[in-house]
């Protein structure tokens, strides 16, 4: 933002391709606007995070409020690179009496790992939800 607090966009005539992609990604930044500036007790949140769907999954980006000069920067996560280094550091270990399964936003299993197989209709005994933003 601005100084007088207007969401300053890249011009028209000079946007790069990777800034088409990025609003196209995004649809409407408007809400990432007044994400900035909401917060606790009617000041303006300093940092936090917007998500969004857009192709096969939720978005991430990441924005920050600056004092001098006023302004909100941001930068976006690339939910592939996300997933690959998630699930990179997954521990690949053979339970031999379990199985673990992380799942995506849509419930769909991603990642699993661990030998044991379910009969139809066994019920989930331990559900983990992962903290904001990635729940």
Request: with cysteine; charged share 20%; aromatic share 12%.
């Amino acid at each position: 933002m601005s100084s007088g607090d207007a969401l300053l966009i890249p011009p028209l005539i000079n946007r790069t391709a990777a800034e088409e992609a990025f609003l196209e990604r995004v649809g409407s930044l408007s809400e990432i606007e007044a994400c900035s500036r909401r917060g606790e007790s009617g000041y303006p949140a300093k940092r936090g995070w917007h998500t969004w769907y857009h192709g096969n999954g939720r978005n991430f980006l990441y924005w920050s409020n600056h004092i001098s000069p006023p302004a909100t920067s941001g930068f976006e996560v690339d939910r592939s690179a996300f997933l690959s280094e998630l699930i990179q550091s997954l521990p690949t270990d053979a339970l031999a009496n379990g199985r673990i399964v992380l799942l995506d936003e849509s419930s769909y299993p991603i990642y699993q790992w661990g030998r044991y197989e379910p009969s139809e209709g066994t019920v989930r005994f331990i559900e983990i939800p992962a903290p904001i933003p990635l729940e």
